[in-house]
């Protein structure tokens, strides 16, 4: 796993905000979008303005030096307006004490796969600021190739071309990461719980399909917030779409394993569960060391899925004697099958999307509003990763009257509120639950409907844990 240590504290505002936020920040946010949606001939590109402006000096050397992003942000023609987000110098400063990049938990969780991220197969987070940093210390990256690899160390010169080239890779994957393909000013990014970026996976994860940014509104100070730990400092609109200032840089998101380790505060119960449960496989993607050769990575794991993640809480919340169980050795089985009934396998649910990587998605019930009005509600079911059983899948959002453009976005899993919704990960997303889901079964007789589903666990949970199989 390698998060910038940055990203750790942020996360936990997530867990201590109410999962739904009121949007009023909208009405406040009204002043950055006076702009004109969709590019104003008279404005300058997002190219030109971040070019000119003090605070982006950090960004400007890392654009010139990867290359082709910047043609992008420069497109004047109408017809490609996007949406840049814009780390700014402070965002792009290395902290003072950089050793700790290298999160503590890549040790082998399952002992079958390595961790590395998208195919940089680097041991360091690739954010904006390590590459800032990687260009201040060594400018030979910025030199010109022909000129300047002419040495008479042939190895040197081998080693730092290969190094640029990764670098240059690295740089490309994480600037397209910060674009999205529409424009949206503040407002209109409050409106979604997350949005697709300009970057794609190219290691078969996701079904292809690219990878999302989450966006959380807060209401007092209004603010937007990013993957839980940037925070939109100023919007302005531009020629070929919006820019928005960053206080943080992102990171493309890892697995939904490695993601839950970052939140481990409150997912340590269930990290570890999964790990003692075997269960790593059905929830990571990542680069196999093993299976690599040289110029022919393989990424193993499970390319798409999606996780319904007890909290703590949840699981402190069961009959002790049933924690005893699943916890001791006689319960791992029972543990691993009941983890799986959290998890939605080759398929991303999220509450604006479903999609099944084998199937077009049926939908369930819908009733989505018409026109300008965002508000929906779909129903539907999806199936577990055990044969047979399925998770029922209420996604809400709703306008919040009076304030224009403030919707409240919610989803329930089996009748149990989502608490945090829509966590974006390399490989699908996942949920975060306050209550372990109960599977379904038989009461017996006189069981009172208002009790707790697991009050009676004795009498049939071990059983259902003997019978029900994983899907292969
Ligand atoms: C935002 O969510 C709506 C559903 O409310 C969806 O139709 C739309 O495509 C989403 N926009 C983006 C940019 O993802």
């Not at 960053?246 to 993601?259: K, M, R, Y």
Request: aromatic share 8%; glycine share 6%; net charge negative.
């Amino acid at each position: 796993m390698r998060l910038a240590v940055l990203s750790l504290a942020p996360l936990a505002h997530a867990f201590v905000l109410p999962s739904w936020d009121v949007g009023r920040w909208a009405a406040d946010a009204v002043d950055s979008a006076e702009g004109v949606l969709g590019g104003d001939e008279t404005q300058k590109t997002i190219w030109a303005q971040i070019k000119e402006d003090e605070k982006y000096t950090r960004l400007v050397k890392i654009l010139e030096f990867e290359g082709t992003v910047k043609k992008e942000l420069d497109h004047a023609d109408s017809g490609y307006d996007i949406t840049f987000f814009a780390p700014n110098n402070e965002a792009l400063t290395p902290p003072k004490h950089d050793h700790d990049h290298d999160g503590d938990h890549d040790g082998d969780h399952d002992g079958d796969h390595d961790h590395d991220h998208d195919g940089d197969h680097h041991s360091v987070a690739p954010t904006l600021a390590y590459i800032s940093q990687a260009l201040d210390e060594q400018p030979w990256l910025l030199e010109d190739n022909e000129f300047y690899f002419g040495g008479k160390d042939k190895d040197d010169d081998k080693n730092k071309k290969r190094r640029k080239r990764i670098m240059k890779k690295i740089a490309h994957a994480v600037l397209k990461y910060h674009i999205l393909p529409q424009a949206h000013d503040a407002q209109s990014l409050a409106q979604n719980s997350t949005m697709a970026t300009a970057l794609r996976p190219h290691d078969g994860s996701a079904d292809g399909l690219p990878r999302r940014i989450h966006i959380a509104k807060s209401v007092v100070p209004p603010a937007l917030t990013l993957n839980f730990y940037a925070r939109v400092q100023s919007s302005a609109s531009a020629r070929n779409g919006q820019l928005h200032e960053l206080d943080h840089p992102l990171l493309p998101p890892g697995s939904i394993f490695d993601e839950m380790f970052v939140a481990s505060k409150w997912l340590s119960t269930t990290t570890s569960a999964v790990q003692r449960a075997g269960g790593a496989r059905h929830l990571d993607w990542g680069y196999d060391r093993e299976k690599s050769k040289p110029g022919k990575p393989v990424f193993s794991g499970t390319p798409l899925a999606t996780f319904f993640a007890p909290s703590n809480a949840a699981w402190d919340a069961l009959p002790p004697r049933l924690h005893f169980f699943l916890f001791s050795r006689f319960g791992r089985h029972a543990l691993a099958k009941l983890l799986m009934y959290h998890a939605v396998p080759h398929t991303l649910v999220l509450s604006e999307e479903v999609h099944h990587a084998k199937h077009k998605h049926k939908g369930g019930k819908h009733a989505d509003a018409e026109g300008d009005d965002p508000s929906f509600r779909r129903e539907f079911d999806v199936h577990s990763a055990l044969n047979g059983t399925k998770l029922h899948i209420v996604a809400e959002k709703k306008r919040i009257v009076p304030i224009e453009g403030a919707v409240r976005i919610s989803m329930k899993v089996n009748d149990q509120d989502v608490k945090v919704l829509d966590v974006p990960a390399s490989n699908g997303a996942w949920h975060v639950i306050d209550k372990v889901l109960c599977p379904p079964h038989e009461h017996k007789k006189g069981y009172n409907a208002y009790a707790d589903p697991w009050a009676d666990w004795e009498d049939w949970f071990p059983a259902w844990a003997e019978g029900v199989q994983v899907q292969a």
